[in-house]
């Protein structure tokens, strides 16, 4: 979930219409989540993924004690370009490792730099992007600009960059404009010199969570004229995008690349099963085997946490309201409880619901001393941390992320993360699940800039099935069957080429 | 696979010998398999499942060898009625005893039963029924009893009848019609015989194939006038419905009960990872551990193979040539292969794509001695059986279900069911899946018959979702946690009895 | 454990000092059990598993309803032989091809024939033998055979015999003495023919259960003068020997083959945790998804039985008494508990503890309705079935080996093969560990043949461990990694060509 | 492993410089490896797990850049006491919470705090310890004084002290000689500090490696005179023990609380089966899901290894010499494979095997770009690293613990910890593991300090099983099963309080 804490009101301050659809989108981010998104936000998008999540290497190294700002060094490279802002381009070798090390997990975007050695897919196109700033979208921005791109950057949060891995794409003349730590001002400074530059018109935008989008909106609208069209990733970039749309006021075609099956399996499913392990052993060092955990919720989310510990030796109970899912934990071999049965025996609880006051302060109250407490759900509404800021408790920090609360008569129960999501606070989002969700920005970019004219309309799209499946093909094309033969795909009704399963399909 | 369907286009014309239509459909079910129907039969429908499952118990009984026909029999239970037929009354202590093993395992009917000593909510209903009559139909017939409901029943398969389960209910007063190896013209005749009774109007059908409605059509379109609904179970049923009401020419509402999402899950992936354990263990009695295979196709019954079977210690190889579901696979731990590269070396093959020619003659040549071949996934198109009919192969029978067909060399390999589904020839259906599908039946009954005026037309309906769970609450209910709170229900704008997950959730 | 219903009383009658040794062992084996064996006994034998297994297709086959004793008929095979005694010659071809159906699943022992096409380790040893006759042991017969042995056979039980295996054997000339259903009379009979043959003096014994070596300790003491050694595979044979051996009375050298730790990891882990499935499956067609069992004991049975119902969906409590298993259940992610704690709520319970009284009429009474009760441990002990026969319960027999206890409130239990061993009674040994044993037989009877003079003294040995290895060499030779270099096996202090673990490794 | 162990030969000699004895250890501990313990060490021991573990909290912390020695400085804490020599007083409330949340994964060491509240087993007991300082060790030293136990303490690792936990205790008022860092002469300083002071004659010695009971044979001879025992946890410690007593040398009886079953299982498998995944995120961030990889070694290390990865989605290999772990690999389903058939092609490589030089350059020349190589087994002598120090290829740190060794065509693998144990190194110990072994060791000291006259002579002991068993009862007690019946017991000639399993069970 974005978390970028400017408020918006500060955000748009003076301007037009599009200030006020702006305004009410913030309130809906913060304040109350729109109903009409309702569904959709149960499960986790990759902008909460991407948003807070720090590679291992990251929290050892900014430590460079230099105070100040990038904006009064002077900058320049080893090749004397200037055109670029960060923080410390000395740290250019260790950033190439943190992006050759990324590089070893992102094969599809690898084997579309392979392929570009042909083709370029994307020759003369000028990207204009605001995403975090780390090893993997390093990938991703050289892989472009294999394929032919021109690309400037920004950073789409003040916090998330890896100041080492911007320094190693300013060295290889990349124009980077990003560092840790920007304030306010920073922030639209660098979003603005990366859009705003004499003779340098963007044909293309990606965007994480809609603030580049919204800044040429605002400030260089005739520049719409010349783009070709927005990727955007984040839910909430994707939900202004849509707003726009059906106000009439989208003026390019965008897609939306956070709605694939293989991405919400990957962000979800896949990935939890590894995080949730992760965050727990990072922050707790807690032993597995033998421990009584319950996961409530048992989505996507719920299914991994579970199937996790499950296998790790823990005995795992699931909580669930909808009769699908809990046959599913049923028949998965989880026993089905309801919260309030097992809370003074279990050793660690989770939340994967999506919900809000999943855990409340009587559960909390009843927790046995040592409880694990945690979130892998969804924002930081799963567990009531509010009720637990009152005078009696006591919060001891013990580690980073992690707050020991304690009763008065001495229990202490371990909350992580302080119930915000334990696998973007606390573990490291596996580079090949990014790797996915980046494959699939470049088709899209590939897609928007090579599509005959009329193909797509002022409106918000998925990406073509057809497209979509590529990067899968060129993941594991060596290793699916033969296809259809004429025969077989006639006898199916399906083309023999896919795609093979309806689009509801998971 | 239902054994009588009849093709659509001849399906209710004027047509004098319903003999020759019989035979057109047969060749029809067994030589092409219709286009139009094409995905849907990607996933086994349970009127596939019912169709030739037998109870353990079924094979060792029908060995009554009077062969004298039960229509020229005088039939009379213990209480002197004699509105039944059935092959001998003398069964019953035997049929109970299988019926009252079924009742153990469909907790929902029985649930349903004890809160019908209160309400009865299909009093009055006369209902007749086309099914098979086995233990677990007996457990529903005897449910829509204890509701207040009144039934006359016929089978919907030559072959499927339990003669003990038949008798069990005729003992009880049911007036059933039906015995095992009825001939094309008993068939009719029992049909005709539950329908056509003085003073007996239906209200309610209920039928799995379509056979029974198809006659009503024909010899009794009148009947439709009092009729309140259909409910049918299978894919062939459910076909003909649409059918009739795209060509405007359903007279009465109708539910079709065989897409829920419960029941797909539990016919193919929960149930399958038990089945083809017992399967091959019926058959063969290998054993799993440190047996490699290979699973041909990953979609919901593959799953279910391949997880039981790694369950067991065997190693498993997944074919796909969808990347979503290889993909899968993938994460899943299985090693994704072409069929080719592992044919030699695996000691047992199992489709289970619904797809056909799967498996063929040059997989088999290259097969190595012992391999054990079956099919899981769809009809018998998918191992080219026929390419085994050669003058050069022996076949051996060397079990019930179970041939070895021997190369010239002396190579055997061990071919289940002449390649027809392994899990309904060779293992039993688990009570408790066809109960899910039995507690929807009686559902979508009571829906039908108490549905006010209007709130259903002349068309295909699902069981409404909110109904459709009913039997999951009954089953599960006192598992699950807490329905949402007002604000929970509010904040994730659903309502707060649920539904809770969208209709394409699975 | 040896199910032989003779009782030992009359089975040794008038006799010298060997009885007082019989009686002894007798009362031990179905009075009380020796607290001599007593650790031994907690792990199931091979001399159980032998005893009652019958493969899938005998319980079909033996329906031949000629009550003429095979002793009164005259017997003659095709070529004329009527060296042999058996019910009936016509079941050759179905033999055959159960023997065919085994060949497939013992490769270890088809790979020795193939070597035996080179040397005949056995050449020229008379062997006589007395086991179950069954498809397995018959591959073992038929591969002494090809290895030079000159073999004579008669059954170790008087049940046990597969008619048709027999047939098949005395077809291909073997001297096979065995019926289904033989009379106390036959079965000393039958091994007398073998033994006492004019001209025929046994080099090498082959015994389960020793009833044959007691024979011939009884009548043909002096025969041992020329007999190289016994080859024992039952637990109770073995405890005979030792007890021989103890009282100075053994004269020849004697291999037990009870005792390898593959044979006992397969025999229980592996072996269990196919057939607790299989056996349940058969007798009630549970389904196993989302139900509650509890195993009593994690031995090594209990190990199998609960990883194979977890696999399953099902839901697992363990019971134990050792802190060290109960550790391991905990560290392996199943909730330990006290069988009062969970007695209510499971719907199977499986003891495997190898002790007595488990369960007893007290758990049985608070069981709830439904619930299935098996065991898998240890003769019929652990389940205390005599407490269920009062009068106010009644018994219904629903099948073989299934029984419905009925309470007065109408609560009944499924309590299996009358809380005999389930997988002896209810599910098939797969024949590929039945391969292991027979593998070790063969090699014992190699090694005591070809010992140099001096090498066995007048003792009961265990199968060197070089020799002990060679089976699973020949089974798994080929993917072993390559053996030690010279400078590996100095480093580790062992000899490069192995045996690489302890003695008590498992 | 032990970085400072003695060679026996030369361990109590007259000798004059201990620098000499220090280097010829060195020598012989990195060069050759004493053929004498070869069965031994195939199991790793704790001493190689509690040499060189850090928990994750260490790493951030020590970042004092205070260059004084301790030595130098004055040292009190704030009740006055200053018998301790430390880092930095400062740091005690930091290290505190770290002994805190050891705390909650100890429970059998904090339920014998609370028995200690009655009685006092150690009461009066002078201790003098030398283990590592850590959070662990410092929670039972804690437990020890609670019990009544005086305790002076030394560090066994010039690296290893957690300098916060060590001023934890020292503010607590424990006499604590250790910081991380210390010189040679440090070392030995600060054991003579704890052994050495006027009128404090230990009455019990903890040892971990042998060096303090070294350092009294060699300095204080006399002192054993009135030591009641000594406990010994390391494999080296331990190795010296046995040779002393061999040797007739050992004076006071010694316990050696490294051979527990349950500690073996520990420390290997189940420790293994959740450090094997930590160690690999840690230092790369991989996804599990889908990778290939290759276990060398199928024991309980291998064992642990092989079950994590399969359950996180990879598809497994292992490679094995001894066919019994070799067929158990098979049966638990993973595929045999020899190391070269697979090396081209899976993306991890792990040793369990103990041995040396199991992965070499060859092996190292042929994996694939990006394979992630490691050893899980022992020392590091399983992957030959010295045969990549050659001027071809080159090496980047590309994070700690990380090497990239890149081949001259830019291939490169992923080298973790160069080649020493990984679990050791990348990632903690769970406290609940070490929780044992300090329990163990607390339950040693009781016993040793209690035991009447005569019941140890100056030998080496294991802890008796009875008592061995105590922690599990402790940790477990209420979840096992009723004890024995009379009958039962005496059924299976077992006492009816245990211990139930032989001593070789495992």
Redesign the interface.
């Known amino acids: 979930w974005r978390k970028r804490t400017l408020p918006l009101t500060q955000m748009f301050p003076p301007s037009p219409s599009l200030q006020q659809i702006q305004f009410a989108d913030q309130k809906q981010e913060f304040n109350?989540?729109p109903?009409?998104i309702?569904?959709r936000s149960?499960s986790r998008s990759i902008s909460q993924s991407s948003t807070d999540s720090y590679?291992?290497?990251a929290s050892?190294t900014d430590s460079s004690d230099d105070e100040t700002s990038p904006r009064d060094k002077q900058q320049k490279n080893s090749k004397g370009s200037s055109d670029f802002c960060i923080k410390n381009i000395k740290q250019t070798d260790f950033g190439r490792?943190?992006i050759?090390?990324a590089e070893?997990?992102m094969p599809a975007l690898m084997a579309l730099r392979k392929r570009a050695q042909g083709e370029k897919p994307l020759a003369g196109a000028k990207v204009v992007g605001c995403t975090h700033i780390t090893a993997q979208t390093a990938v991703l921005i050289e892989t472009l600009t294999a394929l032919g791109a021109q690309c400037r950057w920004a950073a789409c949060n003040i916090y998330s960059t890896q100041n080492e891995v911007a320094a190693a794409l300013a060295e290889r003349g990349l124009s980077v404009f990003a560092w840790k730590g920007e304030s306010e001002d920073d922030f639209w400074w660098c979003i603005d010199r990366c859009v705003n530059l004499e003779g340098w018109q963007p044909k293309m935008i990606l965007d994480d969570g809609g603030d580049l989008t919204h800044w040429i909106y605002k400030k260089y609208p005739n520049m719409f004229k010349k783009i070709k069209g927005i990727v955007e990733e984040s839910v909430t970039g994707v939900h202004r995008l849509y707003q726009l749309s059906k106000a009439g006021k989208l003026c390019v075609p965008a897609m939306n690349v956070n709605d694939s099956?293989?991405k919400q399996?990957?962000d979800n499913?896949?990935?939890c099963?590894?995080s949730i392990?992760?965050g727990l052993?990072?922050?707790?060092?807690?032993?597995?085997?033998?421990k009584?955990a319950v996961v409530?919720g048992y989505g996507e989310v719920g299914k991994g946490c579970s199937a996790?510990l499950?296998?790790?030796?823990?005995?795992?109970y699931v909580?669930?309201?909808?009769?699908?899912?809990?046959?599913?934990a049923?028949?998965?071999?989880?026993?089905?409880?309801?919260?309030s049965e097992v809370i003074r025996q279990v050793d660690i609880v989770i939340t994967c619901t999506?919900?809000?006051?999943v855990v409340v302060r009587e559960n909390l109250d009843r927790m046995k001393?040592?409880c694990i407490v945690c979130n892998m759900g969804h924002s930081n509404?799963e567990i009531d941390v509010a009720s637990l800021r009152t005078p009696e408790l006591t919060w001891?920090r013990?580690?980073?992320q992690?707050d020991?609360v304690i009763w008065p008569d001495g229990k202490?129960i371990?909350l992580l993360a302080e119930g915000r999501l334990l696998n973007l606070s606390c573990?490291?989002v596996?580079?090949?699940?990014l790797s996915i969700t980046a494959t699939t920005q470049a088709l899209a970019l590939i897609e928007l800039y090579n599509a005959p004219e009329g193909r797509y309309k002022q409106d918000v799209y998925l990406l073509p099935k057809k497209m979509g499946?590529m990067h899968?093909?060129i993941?594991?094309g060596h290793?699916?069957?033969?296809?259809?033969?004429e025969?077989?795909a006639?006898?199916?009704?399906?083309n023999k080429n896919?795609?093979?399963?309806?689009n509801?399909?998971?």
């Not at 922050?283 to 085997?289: A, K, P, R, S, Y």
């Not at 999506?354 to 006051?357: A, F, I, Q």
């Not at 596996?430 to 699940?433: A, K, Q």
């Open positions: 109350k989540r109903t009409k309702g569904r149960l590679s291992s290497a050892y490792r943190e050759e090390i070893q997990e099956v293989t399996k990957f499913l896949y990935c099963r590894e392990l992760d052993k990072r922050t707790t060092d807690v032993m597995f085997g033998g009584q409530c996790a499950k296998a790790m030796g823990a005995i795992v909580t669930e309201i909808d009769p699908i899912c809990a046959l599913q049923c028949m998965d071999g989880f026993r089905l409880v309801k919260l999506g919900n809000k006051n001393n040592g509404t001891e013990v580690r980073s992690v020991h202490r371990v573990s490291t596996p580079t090949f699940v499946n899968e093909y993941f594991l290793f699916l069957d033969e296809y259809l033969s025969e077989q006639k006898y199916l009704g399906l896919g795609p093979f399963k309806p509801y399909y998971r």
